[in-house]
Each structure stands twice: as C-alpha cells, then as structure tokens.
C-alpha cells in the first residue's frame, strides 16, 4: 500500500519561504510523477507542480515564479519551496502521487494516492 | 491553461436519488478527464479516470461519460455515504481541477 506523507512547520511569516517535504512508503518515487496541491480554507484544488523520477519538472504557470520542487531518491522523499509568501498562500498542502499509463487510449494521467494533507498558514 | 467548470455548485437529494454532475472543459480534453470525491478533511479520492474508467474498490453506482468538451458524473443510486464534494480534473494538459459540486442532504 502507498503511503505519502507531508511534513514542514505549519506557520510561516510573509515574504518567507514555504518548504515541506513529503516522505513515500510502498512504492520507489523512481517512477511516475510526484505532485503538490493545494487547497485554501473552503476552497477547490490547486495544482502547483510536480517532478518525475528523472528530475523533470512541470509547474502551474500561475506560480512557477516562486516554486521549486526536488526529489532525494535515497530518502524516497521530495519537496516543495514557495517563496515570498502572502495570506493567499493559506492553504491544505498536499503531496500526491501522478500516475501515468501511456500505453492506453486516452493516456492514463490521475492523482491516486495523497498525502492527509497539512495546512500552512502565513501570518506573522 | 484548460478551465474547468462544473454545474451546479451545490445540490440537495435524498438517498436513493440518481444524482448528475458535469463538467465543461474550455477546449477540447477528448476523454482526459479524472473525477474525485473530498469529504471534510480528507484528501480527495479517486472516483473515474479516463473519463468512464471507474478506479479500483469504488462502488459501481458511480459512473462518468461524455466527450470533448462536455462530461458527467452520475451516481445511480445516492448513498449516505456519498455526500460530499465532487470535483472534476483534465490531465490534457497541465493539470487543472473544477470548482467543485457539494452533494447536501435534503
């Protein structure tokens, strides 16, 4: 069974950097896509990016200025930075797993296992 | 980027009510398109993929159809287990998600 797990301070102080890392039990994140979402208190989902195995990054363009994901493969974890946060950052994080199956008709590409989520809040 | 937009936002029904969400792509996502169920407080979960594949371990009351531009979530009968938030995803391309639609005891 694939377990994820997120983990980083859960207040941060405008115009800081946001960081968490998210731990993978039950599979090798040497395969497929690792993914962060978000989510703001009462509000929907929030794609901000994700990073394959090779290193290769995507990110929302909406955000792709202040964010850097990365894997450690020997630590089967990989990580978030949001820099210069504001209020509107305020959010459930959660670290999810991007599967893909090329080989089908339409390709296969879901978010099949999450994270519980943590919520980071930015206040000073 | 692809928006996505789901109607309604909100609905009321009754167990046992066939209940019908969609969802409209701003351009054509052919059949890329993922369905998820969020209760408070939990991670979403994986309801529909590829637009009609129904995720392993989810009840078979749930089904998803269309094309294009324009999809549906139906759940045959509503338990009472299923009230939640639905929300829709294209994986088109980079990935983006609907508002979301609350299924609310009537």
């Known amino acids: 069974q694939v377990q994820l797990q997120e983990s980083g301070p859960g207040l941060v102080k405008p115009s800081e950097t946001l960081s968490l890392t998210c731990t993978v039990s039950g599979d090798s994140i040497s395969s497929y896509y690792w993914s962060w979402i978000r989510q703001p208190p009462g509000k929907g989902l929030e794609w901000i990016a994700y990073?394959?195995?090779?290193?290769?990054?995507n990110y929302n363009p909406s955000l792709k200025s202040r964010v850097t994901t990365s894997l450690d493969t020997s630590k089967n974890q990989f990580s978030l930075k949001l820099s210069s946060v504001t209020a509107a950052d305020t959010a459930v994080y959660y670290c999810?797993?991007?599967?893909?199956?090329?080989?089908?008709?339409?390709?296969?590409?879901?978010?099949?296992?999450w994270g519980q989520g943590t919520l980071v809040t930015v206040s000073s | 980027d692809i928006q996505m937009t789901q109607s309604p936002s909100s609905l009321s029904a009754s167990v046992g009510d066939r209940v019908t969400i969609t969802c409209r792509a701003s351009q054509s996502i052919t059949g890329y398109l993922n369905w998820y169920q969020q209760k408070p407080g939990k991670a979403p979960n994986l309801l529909i993929y590829?637009?009609?594949r129904l995720q392993s371990g989810v009840p078979s009351r749930f089904s998803g159809s269309g094309s294009g531009t324009d999809f549906t979530l139906t759940i045959s009968s509503l338990q009472s287990e299923d009230f939640a938030t639905y929300y829709c995803q294209q994986c088109y391309s980079n990935p983006t998600f609907g508002q979301g639609t609350k299924v609310e005891i009537k």
């Open positions: 590829a637009e009609s």
């Open positions: 999810a797993r991007y599967y893909y199956d090329d080989t089908t008709y339409p390709h296969e590409y879901y978010f099949d296992y």
């Open positions: 990073i394959y195995y090779t290193g290769r990054t």
